[in-house]
């Protein structure tokens, strides 16, 4: 992976509200978070709650976005996360994760002391 991410799982979405607060309550801001569930309704009702970042077509790029449309819930996460510049070997393990319930938390650009917020 070439982008500086830090990826933090969580069991639950108060869990997660709780970090991206903490983060933000700790100076980072939160164009560099990415919030994850498998759930389509839940990954966007944290978004919303959170006003963490939507992988939107900046991030995907016109193609990918489109093609989104007609993939299952598990490649359009796996294809967002190697958009964040994951590898697909990260991408297949980070989704598996998801398919058993977890939230992730992606963090971008992150300082030497995100451990403390997390």
Do not use: P, W
Request: a negative charge; one cysteine or more; charged letters at 35%.
């Amino acid at each position: 992976m070439d982008t500086k991410c830090k990826v933090q799982e969580y069991e639950n979405t108060v869990q997660a509200y709780q970090a991206v607060n903490n983060l933000q309550n700790a100076g980072y801001t939160r164009d560099n978070m990415y919030l994850f569930a498998h759930d389509k309704d839940i990954s966007k009702d944290l978004t919303d709650r959170t006003d963490t970042q939507n992988m939107g077509v900046s991030e995907k790029g016109v193609m990918d976005t489109v093609a989104n449309m007609f993939k299952s819930r598990g490649d359009e996460l796996r294809n967002e996360f190697k958009n964040l510049g994951f590898t697909q070997a990260e991408a297949d393990r980070y989704e598996a994760r998801l398919d058993q319930g977890k939230v992730l938390l992606v963090v971008k650009d992150y300082r030497d002391d995100l451990e403390r917020y997390l």
